[in-house]
């Protein structure tokens, strides 16, 4: 049938399976746009306050679902503004697939008025993206663009596509959506027998779990490896939930923020056996001296991955979930109740811990027992982001909604609604600090108009926290430029766009304010005040090994 490029479009999303969209009208994008009217009881569309909540909201709807989130956006500014976003996507390993639309064929390359490279500036933080110009192979470029963003180890795709495209007209034929199998081409025995052979020797093994292990579902082999071998497990900021944080052998995060215990019984492990993960520069501390006594086994989908930050003594290639179906078996049941029993010590003596008082530790665990540990986490980045990592316990593996890699303040309230969009059975709560929030506020209009039950928890310290931290700890006390010194009502600010707002200080008031959100079917806004002082324990000085973490305890010896 003869179709133009927008009805194109909005037929091949069908056929991907795509009911949402996230975005953001505009005059290149306008076509796009009034073919998405005619079908609005086919694609519904989010309108967010912002392109960058529009590509936010698609990154929290494809980690919350495991499904191609879908953002729009018009040339120019509306472009520019999703590259915040698609860098988070991208530096996550997220499925994301954003649509912009550009000026017509004859005005590309004059300046013409809202014309941008934007397929130039995104080519370094995208998986892949094209400009699509001809009418004819729009229907197949979108078809592989979603294979890019879901294929092997998943990111962004970026379809730039000309205005006079979206109203040309050709022939589409319909066609049903390819299944993107597990990347498997580059395992092979020979590697599976190597990393199999390490592993039987290892008689301190320590299992460490990336966002890779997540991506792929590999929970219920994690879960089985753990066992055979009779080892402790952490993770990652991405790993977390892939998993569970309630199992005797997990021992919590690695890392500048990790627990001791992982962070010291990785340096005295013989064997580290690291799924998914691409040892970036804050869980190695100083390289030279990370897992030093330990022979490192890394599977990862990314070949690149391999031997970029970590030289290993044996890797395999493939997806997480899918190497492990295939090691498991090579694998005989082994006791290392000595090795565990050390561990089972450092837990009992080295606990995560927190003084008493209203603190942001305490506002997470208050979280956790209310919501009984049912409940998407989104948080936006800085102190908050660190406790909710540590004192929330994570048991399911699309369950933390973060930005780890670019650390994108701002991302959590767009995250948080994509993630009710695409949950909306699920409790969704965004946990912030006040800093971050400032970013991207005007969401609280998309949460209201869409009256999505998010509850927007601000742990508002009045301070930019963890760069205080640093400047505290670092820099002498000099905190240039993070005293808030913000005279914000934050209720009246959530009042005005629609939203139920609290504002509490002590432990008391924020149960009671907590109960209420919970039995709400609307947005809610809880402005919590902790004091500007309070820290994130433990934590490893920049470029020192992991085995040198450090609490206020030893700041006090």
């Given at each position: ?408 303040m701002g991302y959590g309230l767009g995250a948080a609604i994509g993630a009710a969009v695409g949950n909306p059975k699920k409790r969704v709560i965004n946990i912030a600090g006040d800093g971050c929030f400032r970013m991207n506020m005007n969401e609280l209009i998309t949460a209201s108009r869409e009256k999505l039950p998010i509850i927007e928890v601000i742990i508002n310290n009045g301070v930019l926290g963890m760069v205080r931290q640093w400047q505290d700890l670092f820099y002498e006390e000099r905190y240039s430029e993070t005293t808030l010194y913000g005279q914000v009502d934050y209720v009246k600010l959530a009042e005005s766009m629609g939203v139920k707002g609290y ?55």
């Open positions: 049938m003869q179709l133009n490029g927008s009805q194109i479009v909005l037929e091949v999303l069908k056929e991907q399976g795509v009911d949402t969209v996230f975005g953001y009208p505009g005059g290149a994008i306008l076509n796009l746009y009034d073919e998405l009217y005619r079908q609005k009881d086919h694609i519904h569309h989010v309108l967010t306050s912002h392109e960058q909540g529009a590509a936010h909201a698609a990154d929290g709807y494809a980690r919350s679902t495991g499904r191609v989130g879908v953002c729009f956006a018009t040339s120019g500014p509306g472009a520019t503004n999703l590259v915040t976003g698609i860098g988070t996507a991208y530096m996550d390993s997220v499925p994301m697939v954003a649509i912009t639309c550009n000026v017509g064929v004859s005005l590309l390359g004059k300046d013409s008025f809202q014309e941008i490279d934007i397929a130039g500036i995104t080519t370094p933080i995208t998986k892949h993206n094209f400009i699509v110009k001809d009418v004819t192979v729009l229907a197949d470029t979108l078809r592989r663009a979603f294979r890019i963003a879901k294929k092997g180890r998943p990111g962004p795709v970026l379809v730039d596509i000309t205005k006079d495209v979206t109203s040309a007209k050709c022939f589409y034929e319909k066609k049903e959506a390819v299944v993107v199998e597990p990347e498997t081409s580059g395992i092979t025995d020979s590697d599976l027998e190597n990393a199999a052979h390490l592993i039987q020797k290892a008689k301190k093994p320590f299992i460490f779990v990336g966002g890779g292990a997540r991506i792929s579902g590999a929970d219920a082999e994690v879960k089985e490896l753990a066992k055979l071998l009779d080892a402790p497990v952490c993770d990652t900021l991405m790993g977390k939930g892939c998993f569970p944080g309630t199992d005797p052998r997990y021992t919590g995060m690695l890392g500048m923020h990790g627990t001791k215990v992982s962070n010291l019984g990785v340096s005295d492990c013989d064997l580290l056996l690291a799924l998914g993960t691409r040892f970036s520069d804050r869980i190695l501390g100083n390289p030279k001296k990370f897992a030093q006594h330990a022979k490192i086994v890394h599977i990862d989908v990314d070949p690149a991955e391999i031997n970029k930050n970590v030289v290993a003594d044996a890797s395999v290639i493939g997806d997480v979930k899918e190497v492990l179906h295939r090691l498991l078996p090579l694998l005989s049941k082994q006791d290392h109740s000595e090795w565990m029993s050390h561990i089972g010590s450092l837990k009992e003596t080295l606990p995560i811990k927190y003084e008493p008082g209203f603190t942001g530790p305490y506002i997470v665990e208050d979280i956790y027992k209310k919501t009984g540990g049912d409940a998407i986490i989104v948080t936006e980045v800085g102190q908050h982001q660190m406790w909710a990592a540590q004192y929330f316990k994570y048991n399911g593996t699309r369950q933390l909604l973060s930005s780890g890699g670019l650390g994108t504002c509490v200080g002590t432990e008391a008031e924020f149960d009671k304010a907590l109960d209420e959100a919970l039995s709400l079917s609307t947005p809610v806004l809880i402005d919590a005040h902790i004091d500007s002082d309070d820290k994130v324990w433990p934590m490893v000085a920049p470029g020192a090994p992991i085995r040198e973490c450090f609490d206020d305890s030893d700041l006090k010896k």
